[in-house]
């Protein structure tokens, strides 16, 4: 199948990037769920040190930035268009702090649940269907469309494992539905599927994701898993440079800055949401890819930021682009300039930002009704009769990811397992003839980003970023 199959407007691409703007209000929240908290500075710790305070005008951080020698100073009625209307709403915590830092893949998950959608019945089949935005007598023609697409994609792998006991007999129908894969079998020992689930995990992600997301029980039947992995260099590289914001949660820190200057104005843009202003600049990567860096007002929530970047994608929301943008327009960390200039000269677009590494590890059963999982659930009674005659029910439903974005480009991973277990059971001064625009994009407090396929506009990775890499040599 060729991409352009697939275009922007295919219900797989929308039904994806609905899912990550609703997924997007509940994990970057930072709630004591455990679904979306992470780590800013590695994998494996998990923290919560920023708030979506402070402000940014781009000029108090250039007055910090030094070279980078060293630091000087259910139904299918769901929406398909974007809409934020039917979304979760995300609220800071009651301790002010709004976020912690994240990174998931609805791209990773989205296939599962349609797959599990083409087997369900009863409410399990509706829930799934509303959570996936589509009818699910249509979920496993477009689960394996949305894995084939991903597959193709340069610098972007991804893959489906299927495990099950030898005594489960599944649906041929259902099986022969899947993408072709590697059905392995589970041995009913913990120890051992455990270790042979984390080596494909391993290997499906080139060592960025170790373990498998996923609890085996004694009544375990059956392990659905997908691996997403991609990577990009930037066609632009960053430079390297220290930060210290001065106002804002990482006031007085010294962070590993990048920074760069591009003629291309139209790749950033403000935009208005309901919400508030948010500001968005892209960061063109080879092989198709861009990562959208997102800022919003200070009074918006993680969330919010995040939905408003993907209705950006669906062209859903009034904006300025760069070549249009004037003193007049004010954004978050936006800073727009007419300066004089001895000849005629393009406007530019300089952006600061900082480099970060997340991940996270989301238990997706703490908002089972978000996913469709609520009464798939239940173990009382079965739930896929397309998949198996014996009663099913789901046990667990975890994801995995990590992302990392420096001077040189962006990496991502996610692996997602849903595990079945049985049921039932500064400018010049001089006067010139000529003047130009500088707009100056400044990323120096918590922020959110997309990770974009750029043809159809299907976001593959989001996240929210509240611990930025220190300058080397700093903490």
Same mark, same amino acid.
């Given at each position: 199948?060729?991409?352009?199959?697939?275009?922007?407007?295919?219900?797989?691409?929308?039904?994806?990037?609905?899912?990550?703007?609703?997924?997007?209000?509940?994990?970057?929240? %930072?709630?004591?769920?455990?679904?979306?908290?992470?780590?800013?500075? %590695?994998?494996?710790?998990?923290?919560?040190?920023?708030?979506?305070?402070?402000?940014?005008?781009?000029?108090?951080?250039?007055?910090? #930035?030094?070279?980078?020698?060293?630091?000087?100073?259910?139904?299918?009625?769901?929406?398909?268009?974007?809409?934020?209307?039917?979304?979760?709403?995300?609220?800071?915590?009651?301790?002010?702090?709004?976020?912690?830092?994240?990174? $998931?893949?609805?791209?990773?998950?989205?296939?599962? *649940?349609?797959?599990?959608?083409?087997?369900?019945?009863?409410?399990?089949?509706?829930?799934? =269907?509303?959570?996936?935005?589509?009818?699910? @007598?249509?979920?496993?023609?477009? +689960?394996?469309?949305?894995?084939?697409?991903?597959? @193709?994609?340069?610098?972007?792998?991804?893959?489906?494992?299927?495990?099950?006991?030898?005594?489960?007999?599944?649906?041929?129908?259902?099986?022969?539905?899947?993408?072709?894969?590697?059905?392995?079998?589970?041995?009913?020992?913990?120890?051992?599927?455990?270790?042979?689930?984390?080596?494909?995990?391993?290997?499906?992600?080139?060592?960025?994701?170790?373990?498998?997301?996923?609890?085996?029980?004694?009544?375990? @039947?059956?392990?659905?898993?997908?691996?997403?992995?991609?990577?990009?260099?930037?066609?632009?590289?960053?430079?390297?440079?220290?930060?210290?914001?001065?106002?804002?949660?990482?006031?007085?820190?010294?962070?590993?800055?990048?920074?760069?200057?591009?003629?291309?104005?139209?790749?950033?843009? *403000?935009?208005?949401?309901?919400?508030?202003?948010?500001?968005?600049?892209?960061?063109?990567?080879?092989?198709?890819?861009?990562?959208? *860096?997102?800022?919003?007002?200070?009074?918006?929530?993680?969330?919010?930021?995040? =939905?408003?970047?993907?209705?950006?994608?669906? %062209?859903?929301?009034?904006?300025?682009?760069?070549?249009?943008?004037?003193?007049?327009?004010?954004?978050?960390?936006?800073?727009?300039?007419?300066?004089?200039?001895?000849?005629?000269?393009?406007?530019?677009?300089?952006?600061?930002?900082?480099?970060?590494?997340?991940?996270?590890?989301?238990?997706?059963?703490?908002?089972?009704?978000?996913?469709? *999982?609520?009464?798939?659930?239940?173990?009382?009674?079965?739930?896929?009769?397309? #998949?198996? +005659?014996?009663?099913?029910?789901?046990?667990?439903?975890?994801?995995?990811?990590?992302?990392? $974005?420096?001077?040189?480009?962006?990496?991502?991973?996610?692996?997602?397992?849903?595990?079945? =277990?049985?049921?039932?059971?500064?400018?010049?001064?001089?006067?010139?003839?000529?003047?130009?625009?500088? #707009?100056? =994009?400044?990323?120096?407090?918590?922020?959110? $980003?997309?990770?974009?396929?750029?043809?159809?506009?299907?976001?593959?990775?989001?996240?929210?970023?509240?611990?930025?890499?220190?300058?080397?040599?700093?903490?």
């Amino acid at each position: 199948m060729r991409f352009t199959d697939v275009g922007s407007e295919t219900s797989g691409v929308r039904a994806v990037n609905e899912l990550t703007a609703r997924w997007a209000a509940v994990a970057a929240t %930072g709630t004591s769920t455990g679904l979306g908290t992470g780590t800013g500075t %590695g994998p494996g710790t998990v923290t919560n040190t920023g708030t979506n305070t402070g402000t940014n005008t781009g000029t108090d951080t250039e007055k910090t #930035i030094g070279s980078s020698a060293g630091p000087g100073t259910g139904p299918s009625t769901a929406p398909a268009t974007g809409s934020t209307t039917d979304r979760p709403t995300s609220s800071p915590s009651p301790d002010g702090d709004s976020s912690t830092g994240t990174v $998931f893949s609805a791209a990773g998950l989205w296939p599962l *649940l349609g797959f599990l959608a083409d087997g369900a019945g009863g409410a399990a089949r509706a829930e799934l =269907a509303e959570a996936i935005g589509l009818p699910a @007598e249509r979920a496993a023609a477009t +689960a394996r469309e949305v894995l084939s697409v991903l597959d @193709e994609l340069p610098g972007v792998d991804a893959a489906m494992g299927l495990w099950s006991k030898r005594t489960l007999e599944l649906r041929r129908q259902w099986v022969g539905g899947l993408p072709p894969h590697a059905h392995g079998a589970l041995t009913g020992s913990a120890a051992k599927d455990k270790q042979a689930l984390d080596a494909w995990a391993a290997e499906r992600t080139g060592g960025r994701i170790r373990e498998m997301p996923v609890l085996l029980e004694d009544d375990t @039947e059956l392990v659905m898993a997908s691996a997403l992995a991609l990577e990009t260099d930037w066609v632009h590289p960053f430079e390297p440079r220290w930060v210290r914001p001065h106002t804002g949660p990482w006031r007085g820190r010294q962070l590993a800055g990048l920074g760069r200057s591009t003629p291309r104005v139209e790749q950033s843009c *403000l935009a208005r949401a309901p919400e508030g202003s948010v500001t968005e600049c892209k960061v063109t990567g080879l092989g198709g890819l861009a990562v959208h *860096l997102l800022l919003g007002d200070e009074g918006m929530t993680p969330g919010q930021v995040l =939905a408003a970047g993907v209705d950006l994608l669906a %062209g859903l929301l009034p904006t300025v682009p760069g070549d249009r943008l004037t003193e007049r327009d004010t954004g978050p960390g936006l800073e727009v300039l007419t300066v004089p200039c001895l000849a005629p000269t393009p406007p530019t677009l300089h952006v600061t930002t900082v480099a970060f590494d997340v991940s996270a590890r989301h238990d997706l059963l703490a908002h089972a009704e978000l996913f469709g *999982l609520r009464s798939a659930t239940v173990r009382d009674t079965g739930h896929f009769p397309g #998949i198996s +005659a014996q009663p099913l029910a789901v046990g667990s439903a975890q994801q995995s990811a990590t992302a990392s $974005f420096t001077e040189h480009g962006f990496k991502a991973a996610a692996v997602t397992a849903i595990m079945i =277990a049985a049921a039932g059971a500064a400018p010049s001064r001089q006067q010139k003839r000529y003047t130009t625009t500088r #707009i100056h =994009a400044t990323f120096d407090r918590p922020f959110g $980003f997309l990770c974009v396929h750029r043809e159809s506009g299907l976001a593959l990775a989001a996240g929210w970023v509240t611990e930025p890499t220190p300058y080397p040599g700093t903490s």
